[in-house]
């Protein structure tokens, strides 16, 4: 019985620390959702999100970055939202793969051996601190702190 018993609280205790990370996970997620700021790093499967929720750009687990716009019907429904922009990178490289914004204004894919397979050739343009966002407009852009644009997707304005 004893034994019984103190199997049920360790269960108890591993349920309590993995709804903790799960809890601290959603969070960190969450707090990225709308900026990517210098030295953010954006993980597999993790998504940057437009203001209006009508655009994101997701760090997919096949190594590809791509500008989603999702589907005016159907928003929860991610099968249904359509590729605006890809950084044309599936394959590369092993997984796990990651998006950071460097220090120095460039924006890198990188995979799990940290070598680059992409990056926005923005490397020391522009004045720090630097900024990704994902803009209402379906445009993802990378600031600098005077709001100049160093770089874009071009997807401003398109829907599918």
């Given at each position: 019985?004893?034994?019984?018993?103190?199997?049920?609280?360790?269960?108890?205790?591993f349920q309590i620390i993995l709804s903790a990370h799960?809890?601290?996970?959603?969070?960190?997620?969450?707090?990225?959702?709308?900026?990517?700021?210098?030295?953010?790093?954006?993980?597999?499967?993790?998504?940057?999100?437009?203001?209006?929720?009508?655009?994101?750009?997701?760090?997919?687990?096949?190594?590809?970055?791509?500008?989603?716009?999702?589907?005016?019907?159907?928003?929860?429904?991610?099968?249904?939202?359509?590729?605006?922009?890809?950084?044309?990178?599936?394959?590369?490289?092993?997984s796990p793969y990651f998006l950071k914004m460097k220090?120095?204004?460039?924006?890198?894919?990188?995979?799990?051996?940290?070598?680059?397979?992409?990056?926005?050739?923005?490397?020391?343009?522009?004045?720090?601190?630097?900024l990704l966002s994902m803009q209402n407009d379906g445009?993802?852009?990378?600031?600098?702190?005077?709001?100049?644009?160093?770089?874009?997707?071009?997807?401003?304005?398109?829907?599918?």
């Open positions: 019985m004893k034994s019984i018993i103190a199997l049920l609280q360790l269960f108890l205790i799960l809890l601290s996970s959603t969070k960190k997620n969450l707090s990225m959702n709308r900026q990517n700021y210098n030295g953010d790093i954006l993980f597999q499967e993790e998504s940057l999100v437009s203001p209006n929720l009508q655009y994101y750009v997701k760090m997919q687990q096949d190594g590809n970055i791509v500008v989603y716009s999702t589907a005016l019907t159907n928003a929860s429904n991610p099968s249904t939202d359509r590729p605006l922009w890809n950084s044309n990178t599936i394959g590369k490289g092993r220090n120095d204004g460039n924006l890198v894919m990188y995979d799990s051996k940290n070598t680059p397979y992409w990056a926005s050739n923005t490397r020391n343009k522009g004045v720090a601190p630097f445009n993802l852009v990378l600031l600098d702190s005077n709001n100049a644009i160093l770089w874009t997707s071009g997807t401003s304005g398109r829907r599918f």
